[in-house]
């Protein structure tokens, strides 16, 4: 059953228990209403003293009033009044800059627990015992919404976690989708212009999105996926994720392999429908924040198995593409899903801001788990806090909920959010090296071995390594017959909203004429009628005509 059905039977619900509540003066329950919905209930609850403590200023200075600004008489000007003064100036100071892109987010704590040993491959010791037990913190978000954006609509989805391990956090900045849009992090900035609003109408503007991918077609294995139906997500809970990145694992005998991690989630929850994620848009904006909320307070803690896929060295060096090109994956018939272990979100955040807002989430590295040559990651890896930087401030790791569990002890100093001695060396050196006491390194992660790479230093721009191969293997071994129906439409749809005609033919000539003859033809079809202005088949096969003719139309 879709929404609209659903609020016409909530509305028929409320309707009929009103009017018999009128009959028998007897409370009404909406059934429809969640835990999220009596939240400040719950809090009135738990803190029955709560109106006993005295309102002050953020000095701890009572204030003689909350409601009422000094004044000459009741008709007369304002007094300076330093109360209202400093009511107004904290209240202008509330918002933070947004995040540029994964500004709309929502998540929840819980813990990861180690089911199975992967030594072999790595020595870090978040993993180096089974039954062992660490706090984890995920944040599920959009890309490119904005944060008062609807949830539902189709976007590339962010699925960070974090594990506060005894060495520090170990952060995978993950994403839904499991190939990246680029290979060289120089255009990032550019991808995400294009995904953002036109700079003079304000609007999201699907011919300079289009103009971009027809350009750079290393997009397009990201940009087919994103079509499919797991985007269109029925919860978070239901989501698959993937730190995306090539790492490099070591072990204790300084054995080096390459892997990317991944996770599965144990919820079978359908996709949204088109017609869903486009409703929801309207009635629930926020759909899947309350969702995952409402069943976390409920006592249904969603699980995920988390795990790797490895690489060797030779298996990397006789491998057909890059394989630190995160335009495409490793495919789990030729590289396995190892499983590690097993996450579970079982408390929600008690204050968003602190918890979930100022999460700051950076790829970084522990003792067993470092950078490779990949270059996406090698740039996400400086570009991730240095925007975390700018958006929370230059300590944005002192934030609570940023803190690792294990001290965190160097010869950074000062600065706005210092506010402590014991955060700021509490009068240790301030120089490395040094001979009185100040930190050592850990040689742990200074000896993991040497990476062997050689070659010419160049730029060498890398917009044509095979950018057609994956997308077309995924659609042509991984979707059905239907999704690819669904996949050709949902595509057509967009390139109709492309302005330009010149545009949306070089992404038919691109970007889906490589894909193959028969998902063209598809494109091109929808497209066709679309265009003719009758409603996108999902369901039945297009018999389209050829491209040339396409083009002619055009």
């Known amino acids: 059953m879709g929404p609209f059905p659903l609020i016409f039977v909530l509305v028929l619900a409320i309707t009929s228990a009103t009017s018999q509540a009128r009959q028998s003066s007897t409370p009404v329950t909406n059934p429809f209403l969640g835990p999220a919905d009596f939240q400040l209930s719950q809090f009135a609850a738990t803190h029955p003293n709560g109106d006993s403590l005295r309102t002050t200023d953020g000095a701890g200075n009572p204030l003689p009033s909350n409601t009422a600004s000094l004044a000459i008489s009741n008709r007369g000007p304002l007094l300076f009044d330093n109360v209202l003064a400093n009511k107004l100036a904290s209240f202008h100071r509330e918002r933070i800059p947004e995040r540029i892109v994964h500004a709309k987010g929502h998540g929840a704590f819980g813990h990861f627990v180690v089911t199975h040993d992967v030594s072999r491959f790595t020595k870090a010791k978040v993993f180096n015992r089974v039954g062992k037990i660490t706090p984890v913190l995920v944040r599920f978000s959009g890309t490119v919404r904005e944060s008062g954006g609807a949830e539902t609509l189709p976007d590339p989805r962010g699925f960070a976690i974090r594990l506060y391990t005894e060495d520090g956090n170990l952060d995978f900045p993950g994403l839904q989708i499991d190939a990246f849009t680029l290979r060289d ?36 294995h990201n940009y087919v996926k ?174 609570e909920v940023n803190r690792p569990l294990s001290r965190a002890d160097g010869y950074e100093r000062d600065g706005s959010m210092r506010i402590s001695a014991k955060d700021n060396g509490d009068g240790g050196p301030v120089y490395f090296p040094n001979s ?55 595509i057509a749809t967009v390139l109709a909203s492309v302005s330009v005609p010149e545009v949306r033919l070089r992404v038919l000539t691109n970007c889906i004429a490589p894909l193959g003859t028969e998902f063209y033809q598809l494109v091109a079809g929808a497209l066709q ?22 083009l002619l139309e055009q």
Request: aromatic letters at 12%.
């Open 185 to 220: 992090p120089m255009l990032f900035p550019d991808l995400i212009r294009s995904m953002k609003r036109n700079p003079e109408t304000h609007l999201i503007d699907q011919t300079q999105f289009h103009d971009f991918l027809s350009l750079r077609p290393e997009v397009l």
């Open 436 to 490: 009185f006491k100040g930190p050592r390194i850990d040689r742990d992660m200074g000896t993991e071995g040497p990476h062997p790479i050689n070659g010419i230093m160049a730029r060498i721009d890398s917009r044509d390594e095979d950018n057609f191969s994956q997308p077309r293997e995924y659609l042509e071994k991984d979707v059905g017959t239907e999704e690819k129906v669904r996949i050709a439409t949902r």
């Open 226 to 399: 994103f079509f499919a139906d797991s985007v269109r997500a029925g919860s978070s809970r239901g989501m698959n994720g993937s730190a995306v990145n090539v790492y490099e694992c070591v072990n204790a005998q300084g054995q080096v392999t390459y892997c990317k991690f991944v996770w599965h989630t144990w919820q079978s929850i359908p996709p949204l429908t088109d017609f869903d994620t486009v409703s929801l848009a309207g009635v629930e904006p926020d759909f899947y924040t309350k969702e995952l909320y409402n069943s976390i307070a409920q006592g249904n803690f969603p699980k995920w198995t988390f795990g790797l896929q490895v690489m060797t060295y030779d298996q990397a060096e006789s491998l057909s593409f890059n394989p630190f090109d995160v335009t495409k994956v490793w495919r789990l018939d030729q590289f396995p899903f190892i499983p590690i272990g097993v996450f579970v979100l079982d408390k929600n955040p008690t204050d968003y801001f602190t918890q979930i807002e100022q999460a700051a989430f950076c790829p970084t590295f522990v003792p067993g788990i470092r950078t490779s040559p990949d270059r996406i990651l090698q740039a996400r890896a400086f570009a991730y806090k240095d925007a975390q930087r700018y958006r929370l401030g230059p300590n944005f790791e002192l934030i």
């Open 529 to 550: 009628t679309i265009s003719a202005g009758g409603p996108p088949n999902y369901n039945l096969p297009i018999n389209p005509p050829a491209y040339s003719n396409l």
